[in-house]
């Protein structure tokens, strides 16, 4: 899983901003990265934080993989 952008979005809405809006601040390849979930830079989010004046608790959320099952032998 690891970092959810979710909150960020949440965020923007509750400002009466868009994604679009972030333009301003941010690479068209940074906000699809942004919209996949995928890794961005701390600067980014320092970035985002300062453009929304939020913490990064507000854009972003961290969820933990699931650990990977290994299916249990039986012993004979």
């Known amino acids: 899983m690891g970092m959810k ?3 960020l979005f949440d ?3 509750r400002k009466d901003m868009k994604k679009s809006d972030l333009r301003k ?3 068209p ?3 699809a ?3 996949k979930g995928e890794s961005i830079s ?3 989010i320092e970035k985002i ?3 929304l004046n939020c ?3 507000n854009i972003m959320e961290y969820v933990p993989e699931e650990p990977e099952q290994v299916p249990h032998q039986s012993e004979k």
């Open 5 to 7: 952008y979710y909150r």
């Open 11 to 13: 965020t923007l809405n």
């Open 25 to 27: 601040i941010l690479s």
């Open 29 to 31: 390849r940074t906000i």
């Open 33 to 35: 990265k942004l919209s």
């Open 42 to 44: 701390g600067e980014t």
């Open 49 to 51: 934080c300062s453009f």
């Open 55 to 57: 913490q990064p608790e």
